[in-house]
């Protein structure tokens, strides 16, 4: 018998030119997330492609925004209404300008920091009171624009890690989903690679 559900969103834009932006790093944990946890049937709903899978005993379902990342919110709004979830089963994983390329955070809350796509869900969930997972993509070269930057793909070198990265956020929400937040705040928050 299945315990509890919860629901795992990656924020990103779709379309296949933005499948290897940093900006859609969001999507790429929720694509791990699917292949570790066998997740099986994919479908569409609440404006988002969404897939499910068993973690133990609880239920864990996957989304991809399909709204564009300035407009995640209503896509999120959404789901959370249709699977009735309090927002403490609700995580969040996006890119983050202002942590270093390799670190992840989970929060329990807080602002945007200027990411769109969590602007837009807070202010569809009318709150910024709801777990989040914060994938640092480090802060652009120079004096480049940040919104070209987050565009862009990732380097050689970053992609050469990403795997790594990626499997170290996935253990994180794994260990959201079955030990709660403050147990994996505490095992995973920080960089990946030891300096």
Not at 94 to 120: E, F, N, V, W
């Amino acid at each position: 018998m299945t315990t509890e559900t919860f629901l795992i969103i990656g924020l990103g834009n779709p379309g296949r030119e933005y499948r290897n932006n940093r900006h859609n790093i969001g999507f790429s944990l929720i694509d791990r997330l699917a292949v570790t946890l066998n997740a099986q049937k994919v479908s569409m709903q609440s404006k988002a492609i969404v897939t499910s899978a068993l973690d133990g005993v609880r239920k864990v379902i996957l989304a991809k925004p399909q709204t564009y990342m300035n407009l995640s919110g209503r896509s999120v709004q959404g789901l959370i209404n249709f699977y009735k979830l309090p927002l403490d089963r609700l995580l969040i994983a996006h890119d983050d300008l202002d942590l270093p390329y390799g670190t992840i955070r989970l929060r329990p809350g807080g602002g945007p920091g200027g990411q769109k796509g969590m602007a837009s869900t807070i202010d569809y969930l009318g709150t910024d009171q709801f777990p989040r997972l914060r994938l640092g993509i480090g802060r652009p070269p120079g004096r480049m624009d940040p919104a070209a930057y987050v565009l862009q793909d990732f380097s050689r070198e970053e992609v050469k890690v990403l795997p790594e990265i990626l499997d170290r956020a996935a253990q994180a929400v794994q260990s959201y989903i079955q030990e709660g937040l403050d147990t994996a705040m505490n095992r995973f928050n920080g960089a990946v690679f030891e300096k």
